[in-house]
């Protein structure tokens, strides 16, 4: 692209018109709503999005027990190895087919990088993220947490 060189009055005319047009965009964005959270204030006000991503969860179904069927699709997406599944194979009671079982699901929340693609890699959608974001502990290990629940099988 070619520059379009100036007199002396038309570079001030110019610098004046561009001066101008960045002006205008610092007193629109001055007048407009902020949207500024107060945080610790309004703790009990807070609404996140629906697709904040906090921590990573395992719910449990109305019978109490964890849709996971172990088959580590969700371990094998995760890029920096924050999921750990371990599982067995047992065999059913009503078939007699071997299947496998949850033993634990260990997640990493202080290596996690909030991808979502164990989460979107489920095929029976076991895992979701929560709107719960405060983290802060003086241990890391105490961000290693187990999502299956006791109860769950």
Known sequence: MEKKKHSYIGGIAHGLKTLCVGLKVTFIEFFTKKVTE???DNRDTLVLADRFRGTLDMPLDEAGESKCI?????ENACPNGTIHVESEMVTDEETGKKKKRLVSYRYDL?????CQLCVNVCPTKAIRFTT?????VFDRSKLVKTLNKPGGK
Do not use: I, R
């Open 38 to 40: 107060e945080y610790p």
């Open 70 to 74: 172990a088959c580590g699709l969700c």
């Open 110 to 114: 202080g290596s996690c990088m909030f």
């Open 132 to 136: 719960q974001f405060e983290h802060a």
